[in-house]
């Protein structure tokens, strides 16, 4: 694997308002150059406090940022090789399409000519070429949202800084701009730190992601690694759907859940030390009553689009399976459950929050969505 430059270094970094509440207990995260990385976490967690630091509008009560090799606590904002796009795209209602790029530039006094390639060229990039005369308040929402970030990238900032950027744009458009980010991110090298709630984005989006709760970093690496290798019941429940039930590891490769022994893929856990099992719906598989590992009821269905969510009470515990095959309510069914599918995880303060889905309706879901969204 090639070097990669750390870029940006924080190092035990606690923040605390004036009140006294924790925002950050002590936090360290490395950021290397020409990376897309998304701090992830519900609101309240932290991550727009993170990026905040990063740029320069607030101070770490302990702990040092450092960039490119420099400590740069004291240094403010404006001599920080780092822009900002924020959820507001703060962009100048009297100036047109054109001159708001061109705004640095100007700034810098550049000559004339200068400005114009620049801007064109940021224009092109995100793919507002015939934009350059028109009104920002004409603008769509994800047009206005282009011009921020061609604004924000025209002077080439070591690092762009996302704070939650698509949080007002519909559902079809958000998707289309997740893609245009990533593809400009990997066309001009900026180290891009993105902060969204929102687990699929940030799945789809990044190289790396941050996951974080309560001030603390809870798990760093690649989407594949967070989804499939959760380090405790926080991430897994946080990324994606998980069924997450307590276990007892007999020995490696054996745990017990649900009063059954599964062979499992997961060792170097203590003799029979108590842990959390994690089993995605996508890999629980429905079979025949009498060739089920467990036997359960089918207590809800609701069809996706393309597969059934089907909530089955196994002893008590509500599970979740996703299946392309069509339950009915109230059937017996079998589950089998292949080795690879299981992952086991330490006990941790969040064992027993999660993974159960008794309580489980999509309207809440989409509720605590709208919340939190009021909230940010």
């Known amino acids: 694997m090639e070097e990669r430059n750390k870029l940006i270094q924080l190092k035990n970094i606690t923040k605390c308002w004036e009140d006294g509440q924790m925002v950050l207990d002590d936090i360290s995260l490395d950021i290397y150059d020409n990376e897309f990385i998304t701090l992830l976490g519900p609101s309240g967690c932290g991550k727009t406090t993170t ?112 704070d939650e950027p698509l949080g007002a744009l519909d559902l079809k458009l958000r998707k289309d701009m997740q893609q245009e980010l990533k593809k400009i991110q990997k066309a001009t090298g900026i180290t891009f730190v993105f902060v969204t709630h929102d687990q699929e984005e940030a799945l789809s989006m990044s190289d790396t992601i941050v996951v974080m709760s309560e001030g603390r970093i809870q798990q760093i690496g690649t989407p594949t690694d967070i989804y499939n290798e959760p380090q405790n019941a926080f991430v897994a429940d946080f990324i994606g759907e998980s069924n997450i039930v307590d276990g007892i590891m007999l020995s490696d490769y054996k745990v ?85 599918a299981i992952h086991v995880m330490k006990k941790s303060e969040y064992s027993g929050m999660f993974g159960d889905y008794s309580s489980f309706s999509n309207e809440l879901d989409e509720l605590s969505d709208a919340e939190s969204e009021m909230e940010e």
């Open 51 to 162: 990026l905040r630091l990063i740029g320069g509008f607030e101070q770490p009560n302990e702990g040092d940022i450092v960039f490119m090799g420099k400590r740069i606590n004291d240094v403010p904002p404006h001599k920080r090789n780092v822009n900002t796009v924020f959820q507001k795209y703060a962009l100048f209602p009297h100036l047109n399409v054109f001159e708001n790029v061109a705004f640095p530039l100007r700034e810098r006094k550049l000559p004339k000519d200068v400005i114009e390639e620049k801007v064109n060229e940021m224009l092109r990039l995100v793919m507002l070429t015939g934009f350059e005369h028109r009104s920002v308040t004409r603008l769509s929402g994800g047009q206005q949202q282009r011009v921020a970030i061609a604004r924000a990238l025209v002077n080439h900032p070591k690092v762009l800084l996302l």
């Open 256 to 340: 017990s859940f649900s009063g059954h022994t599964f062979d499992c893929v997961d060792a170097g856990f203590g003799k029979r030390e108590s842990v959390d099992v994690v089993v995605r719906p996508e890999d629980v598989d429905i079979v025949p009553l009498e060739k089920g590992m467990l036997q359960g009821v089918v207590t809800s269905v609701t069809f996706m689009g393309v597969h059934y969510e089907i909530i089955v009470d196994i002893g008590g515990f509500k599970w979740m399976v996703q299946t392309t095959d069509y339950c009915g309510e109230g059937e017996h069914i079998g589950i089998y459950i292949e080795p690879e």
